[in-house]
T-cell receptor, first 115, second 111 residues
């Protein structure tokens, strides 16, 4: 079955510290991988995506993620956290390139940033 | 920039009542989705829609749920007889290629 695992429902960092949010997926076919951010009482905003090509992808707000096929991982990082990064982050996967394939979401990780 | 719009942003309804949640996808997109997020929980897939028919649905999407694209622009989710456990944020999404664009959601509260 298609699945996405996000380790840690909550991650706390200090402002200026490294942010690392973990995502692992299960797949027998090449995945398309996404990170979405959800601010309180808002919708889902795409941070970045991996489809093909370079395995290190850069997104908005200074975030980046690296696709590691051998580890079936797509961890999200940011070198220096900002207070405004506090939000819920969801890793998601589309399997294959069939048009109607759905996004499968992880359970989400809430990022808390302290001064 | 094109966006997916959802109305209403918040709907309160009594248990047993019918509700219709509305979405206007991005105009040239071909694939449409509804997702649900119960407060504090994960985003769950409900249904996908392509070429005017359901392409996939989850076990959540039972006979109480239906989707329509009545006029080629709107995409609606109907819940025939709401239950307390239907209270959630409902997100519509549309997709052309790999990226799905989400609306801001409709918060449904069943009392």
């Amino acid at each position: 079955a298609q699945s996405v695992t996000q380790l840690g429902s909550h991650v706390s960092v200090s402002e200026g510290a490294l942010v690392l949010l973990r995502c692992n997926y299960s797949s027998s076919v090449p995945p398309y991988l996404f990170w979405y951010v959800q601010y309180p009482n808002q919708g889902l905003q795409l941070l970045l995506k991996y489809t093909t090509g370079a395995t290190l992808v850069k997104g908005i707000n200074g975030f980046e993620a690296e696709f590691k096929k051998s580890e079936t991982s797509f961890h999200l990082t940011k070198p220096s956290a900002h207070m405004s990064d506090a939000a819920e982050y969801f890793c998601a996967v589309i399997y294959g390139n069939t048009g109607f394939q759905k996004l499968v979401f992880g359970t989400g990780t809430r990022l808390l940033v302290s001064p | 920039e094109p966006e997916v719009t959802q109305t209403p942003s918040h709907q309160v309804t009594q248990m047993g009542q019918e509700v219709i949640l509305r979405c206007v996808p991005i105009s040239n997109h071909l694939y449409f989705y509804w997702y649900r997020q119960i407060l504090g929980q994960k985003v769950e897939f409900l249904v996908s829609f392509y070429n005017n028919e359901i392409s996939e649905k989850s076990e959540i999407f039972d006979d109480q749920f239906s989707v329509e694209r009545p006029d080629g622009s709107n995409f609606t989710l109907k819940i025939r007889s709401t239950k307390l456990e239907d209270s959630a944020m409902y997100f519509c999404a549309s997709r052309m290629a790999t990226e799905a664009f989400f609306g801001q959601g409709t918060r449904l509260t069943v009392v």
